[in-house]
């Protein structure tokens, strides 16, 4: 468990904090105070409830001495002592790092991988999940680029998703999602198995990485698009190249200055997300214990619809609600995946 001397420091730092905020802190000072501020609050309250309930046993068991009192403290003790060990692990639950990242939006993308037609279509039923599980969760939306495929499907995509706590619920669903299915297609009723790619990255702000105007390299095309979208516009459509990585990112909205202002931001969260991946392959050589490296290759998931379940494959989770899964009912996977992250955290810091 956590030495008291060590909460008793958090106890101070937060009562250092509301005690400043209260005070009235510079214009300057007061959004890094209220962001520590909102940070340690559950800590300090997973605190203060630990400490109220070992003082309580402590009262308890001081009570067995005194003869008129001590069939109660005998009544109270066993319901305090358990209690106890449940705050303990919500208190370290509490104390586990921060990802800096899981407060922010995020930029998601995603590409049909191998199955043609099919990963095409399965693809934009992805797109579709996300977006009504984004709906159920109050975020916005936005579609910043999509390329569609000639039946319906979606060749490339990328989608701005803001809200409360976007990236830590979604930042799990990087990796190979693959289905198995008869397409609408096959006449002989064959299951066939396709995959497409989701990639989560954390939104960058520009404060967090500066990209020189001389790494990057912009072009203007004509814009063009599946069923004939965009044929009378300008040359609006912009592509920006960075030239020490090599990442090209598109956008091709009706307004260029749009258009420069959006492929920036995915180009800052593509930087970041890189940036991220290789602080975290430092920090730690042995990534087993956490749900996946976030890979792109990584099959994470898989949707059988001829058995409607859903297996994914990192923590060994199968439901059996394929249609609601895929109507946006996703937070039972969220939910199951962000506690299989959490036990392993606590793992390592007891390890």
């Known amino acids: 468990m956590v030495p008291l001397d060590k909460l008793a420091q958090i106890t101070q730092r ?7 905020l209260n005070a009235g802190a510079s ?10 501020y909102s940070d340690l609050k559950p800590v300090a309250d997973e605190i203060a409830a630990y400490r109220h309930a070992l003082d309580d046993l402590a009262e308890a068991e001081a009570m067995l001495d005194d003869p008129e009192m001590k069939a109660l403290a005998e009544d109270e003790i066993p319901a305090l002592k358990a209690r106890i060990p449940q705050m303990e692990t919500r208190l370290q639950l509490a104390l586990l790092p921060k990802d800096a990242a899981d407060a922010r939006p995020a930029i998601m993308e995603i ?48 989608v701005h998703i803001a809200g409360e706590g976007v990236f830590s619920k979604l930042k799990f669903e990087s990796g190979v ?55 009378n516009t300008t040359d609006s459509a912009v592509r920006i190249t960075h030239l020490p990585t090599g990442i090209i990112v598109t956008s091709a909205q009706k307004s260029q200055h749009r258009n420069r202002e959006l492929a920036m931001q995915v180009l800052r969260a593509r930087l970041y997300d890189l940036e991220r991946a290789r602080v975290d392959d430092a920090r730690a050589a042995d990534r087993k214990a956490q749900v ?15 058995q409607g379940r859903m297996t994914d494959h990192r923590i060994n989770l199968t439901l059996y609600s394929l249609n609601q899964i895929m109507a946006g009912d996703l937070g ?10 959490q036990a392993a955290k606590l793992a390592e810091m007891e390890g």
């Open 332 to 341: 039972e996977v969220v939910e199951a995946l962000v506690a299989h992250d």
């Open 111 to 158: 590409r049909p991988g191998t199955g043609g037609d099919e990963a095409a279509l399965f693809a934009a039923d992805l797109l579709n999940m996300y977006r009504r599980f984004a709906e159920g969760q109050g975020w916005t939306f936005e579609i910043l680029e999509q390329q569609d495929s000639e039946l319906g499907g979606i060749k490339d995509v990328s």
């Open 292 to 306: 996946g490296s976030g890979d792109r290759s990584e099959r994470i998931r898989t949707y059988n619809f001829p």
């Open 14 to 20: 937060f009562e250092f904090l509301e005690a400043k």
């Open 177 to 231: 999602h693959r289905v198995q299915r008869v397409p609408e297609t096959e006449a002989q009723g064959r299951i066939h198995t396709s995959a497409a790619t989701v990639a989560v990255l954390p939104e960058a702000e520009e404060v967090d990485l500066v990209i020189p105007p001389s790494d990057i390299r912009i072009d203007t095309m004509r814009a063009s698009g599946a069923g004939g979208q965009h044929v």
């Open 27 to 36: 214009a300057a000072d007061i959004a890094a105070l209220a962001r520590e």
